[in-house]
């Protein structure tokens, strides 16, 4: 069965600080994957996707960037938060980027002070 | 843009009762969308409810079923008889087929009152 992991769960940032949250999955390989954004009463948002290593597509501009080191790991970054970059960070994973079912991580909530 | 719009929440409603979430969806860059009910219950991650990827389909999960209307661009979540492990936040979404890219409503906090 595949899992997937994001850490940390949650974290408090000064703003103009840097920030990195980090997603894994197991148990499927080459994996298409996407990082996702909810502000507070907001919508959830689709940020970046990645259909392999090294490769990251962007999706919506908000001052973060993101990185796939390995297979099973997607990293969002960014050197200098924004008080805007508060909300719930969501990794999710598919097979395949056609019709197939996105399955999601935990998340991760950021707030920035 | 591609946008989806569902019910406002909060819906309270009484265990045993039905159900209509409401989605409309647009779809401008998208020919083919497919559509998604996903779920997120109390202290949980979002999960899929249902999916539907073809016109004029039913999907159904969990006594809970959604109709693909491309005439009408909507996809309703209904059920008939409610439970109180029913009370969750339901998210509609649009899929596009090519990128992959899901576009979410607002999401509707349901609660079933015992």
Known sequence: AQTI????????????????????????????????????????????????????????QLNLSASRPKDDQFILSTEK???????????????????????????????VL | GDSVTQTEGPVTVSESESLIINCTYSATSIAYPN???????????????????TAGQKGSSRGFEATYNK?????HLQKASVQESDSAVYYCALGATNTGKLTFGDGTVLTVKP
């Open chain 1, 5 to 60: 992991h994001q850490w940390p769960v949650a974290e408090i940032k000064a703003v103009g600080s840097p920030l990195s949250l980090g997603c894994t999955i197991k148990g499927k390989s080459s994996p298409n994957l996407y990082w996702y954004w909810q502000a507070t009463g907001g919508t959830l948002q689709q940020l970046f996707y990645s259909i392999t290593v090294g490769q990251v597509e962007s999706v919506v």
């Open chain 1, 81 to 111: 938060l924004l008080l805007s970059h508060s909300g719930f960070y969501l990794c999710a994973w598919s097979r395949d980027r056609g019709q197939d079912t996105q399955y999601f991580g935990p998340g991760t909530r950021l707030l």
């Open chain 2, 35 to 53: 559509l998604f009910w996903y779920v997120r219950y109390p202290g949980e991650g979002l999960q899929l409810l249902l999916k539907v990827i």
């Open chain 2, 71 to 75: 005439e009408t661009t909507s996809f």
